[in-house]
């Protein structure tokens, strides 16, 4: 089979229409109809990536509880929220907690497929040898590529695959402004300028926590962003 995949859906038929879909892609695909019972299959297997809704029965945060503890599990597991609930406080809401996407479900099934695809991509990288590691140094900060790995003085930044794609294209070339499409080109992503700043405000805080001086990040107001040269 392919890469294992979970969707935590608590409509029936959704669940049922977007496990058989993924399968047919090749993926490996396990539908579970609430937080609990997502909970009770992960403890003994974690998938490859997850597919979350929000509301999920009668918990109409359920969604974000199991991403906040599956983020808690595993930094770097791909979650992808696939919901009705499209808000931009809704949106924020999920990439705070660490989800690598936001979709609705007015999203096409190629297009989610894709998305996915991208994600998987990105993970490989995790699987590269370390002897064959491209590092890049910047003053304090050391960026390991293959392992997607970030240290600021020493102590690891936990980045999503998401946060740190977005790092990587800023700090590839210090001192350049990347604009919104920029980053969303390199890192694979389909969002708009809003979830953008989301993850851009995420990531500033994931370094501050690591160094409360950090401010490598600057903001160019109608531009973009740029990593301090």
């Known amino acids: 089979m392919g890469r294992s995949i979970a969707i935590v859906e608590d409509e029936p038929s959704i669940r049922a229409n977007y496990v058989e879909a993924l399968t047919r892609f090749g993926y490996e695909v396990r539908g579970y109809a609430s937080r609990k019972?997502?909970?009770?299959?992960?403890?003994?297997?974690?998938?490859?990536?997850?597919?979350?809704?929000?509301?999920?029965?009668?918990?109409?945060?359920?969604?974000?509880?199991?991403?906040?503890?599956?983020?808690?599990?595993?930094?770097?597991?791909?979650?992808?929220?696939?919901?009705?609930?499209?808000?931009?406080?809704?949106?924020?809401?999920?990439?705070?907690?660490?989800?690598?996407?936001?979709?609705?479900?007015?999203?096409?099934?190629?297009?989610?497929?894709?998305?996915?695809?991208?994600?998987?991509?990105?993970?490989?990288?995790?699987?590269?040898?370390?002897?064959?590691?491209?590092?890049?140094?910047?003053?304090?900060?050391?960026?390991?590529?293959?392992?997607?790995?970030?240290?600021?003085?020493?102590?690891?930044?936990?980045?999503?695959?998401?946060e740190f794609w977005m790092v990587h294209t800023l700090v590839r070339f210090p001192g350049h402004v990347k604009n919104r499409d920029q980053l969303m080109r390199e890192a694979e992503l389909v969002v708009d300028d809003a979830t953008i700043t989301s993850h851009i405000k995420r990531i500033r805080k994931k370094f501050i926590a690591v160094a409360a001086d950090f401010d490598a990040i600057e903001t160019m107001h109608g531009a973009g962003y740029r990593w301090r040269s």
Request: charged fraction near 25%; charge should be negative; glycine fraction near 8%.
């Open 37 to 162: 019972a997502a909970s009770d299959g992960f403890a003994s297997r974690l998938p490859e990536l997850v597919i979350i809704d929000i509301g999920l029965g009668d918990e109409p945060e359920g969604g974000f509880d199991l991403c906040r503890e599956l983020r808690a599990k595993a930094a770097t597991l791909p979650i992808i929220f696939l919901t009705a609930r499209d808000s931009d406080f809704d949106v924020i809401s999920g990439l705070r907690l660490g989800a690598d996407d936001y979709l609705s479900k007015d999203t096409s099934l190629h297009h989610l497929a894709a998305r996915i695809g991208a994600l998987f991509r990105r993970i490989e990288a995790l699987k590269q040898p370390a002897n064959s590691e491209t590092v890049i140094e910047h003053g304090p900060l050391k960026l390991e590529s293959e392992r997607m790995r970030i240290t600021w003085n020493g102590a690891e930044v936990p980045l999503t695959v998401t």
